[in-house]
């Protein structure tokens, strides 16, 4: 079955405690991209990838880390979490063509105390 | 920084009607739209995708796009209790692949 697969689903840790929430993806999609969502915010872009070793900036980068050395798998790293950071977050793939729909994975509802 | 903007506010229809959503976008150089629908809790589900101005019909879904005024709405038609969710409008870059989302309406129909 196509999919994007995030690990874990719900997440609860402390202020400072590194943490990755993974996300791989089985439909060789060149394009990833992280998610946050929160009430009255809608979706905002973290980070994206462009195919494998290419990542950029989204719209709220401050805080987070990721990388693309495969394909299929493209972490978020919060190096130091901040409760602030507590959210849902979605990862999403595509193909790289600009008619290629975004499929997301079942989200990750992290918590920070 | 590229806005999407969708009307605020739920909307209440009732079931078998028409409920009707709209959603403004800044960039003129997009090129794809795209309506999701996402129920509470869960992940974004794709309903309608359109690349050309006009009508695009889906079943009970119909999107249509206005590239000169910088609009794309979403029709849905026979509302259904299953219909109650929030619907995303996606707007996405040319070239870059960044689809950047509006904040979403609410739409609840009631039986």
């Known amino acids: 079955e196509a999919q994007v697969t995030q690990n874990p689903r719900y997440l609860i840790t402390v202020t400072g405690k590194k943490l990755t929430v993974t996300c791989s993806q089985n439909m060789n999609h060149e394009y990833m991209s992280w998610y946050r969502q929160d009430p009255g915010l809608g979706l905002r872009q973290i980070y994206y990838?462009?195919?494998?070793?290419?990542?950029d900036k989204g719209d709220v980068p401050e805080g987070y880390k990721v990388s693309r050395k495969e394909k299929r798998n493209f972490p978020l790293i919060l190096e130091s979490p901040s409760p602030n950071q507590t959210s849902l977050y979605f990862c999403?793939?595509?193909?790289?063509?600009?008619?290629?729909?975004?499929?997301f994975g079942n989200g990750t509802r992290l918590t920070v105390t | 920084q590229k806005e999407v903007e969708q009307n605020s506010g739920p909307l209440s229809v009732p079931e078998g009607a028409i409920a009707s959503l709209n959603c403004t976008y800044s960039?003129?150089?997009?090129?794809?739209f795209f309506w999701y629908r996402q129920y509470s809790g869960k992940s974004p589900e794709l309903i309608m995708s359109?690349?050309?101005?006009g009508d695009k019909e889906d079943g009970r879904f119909t999107a249509q796009l206005n590239k000169a005024s910088q609009y794309v709405s979403l029709l849905i038609r026979d509302s259904q209790p299953s219909d109650s969710a929030t619907y995303l409008c996606?707007?996405?870059?040319?070239?870059?692949?960044?689809?950047?989302f509006g904040k979403g309406n609410q739409v609840v129909v009631i039986p």
């Open positions: 996606a707007v996405k870059d040319y070239g870059n692949n960044r689809l950047a």
């Open positions: 359109i690349y050309s101005n």
């Open positions: 960039d003129r150089g997009s090129q794809s």
């Open positions: 999403a793939s595509s193909f790289a063509g600009n008619n290629s729909p975004l499929h």
């Open positions: 990838s462009m195919n494998v070793e290419v990542t």
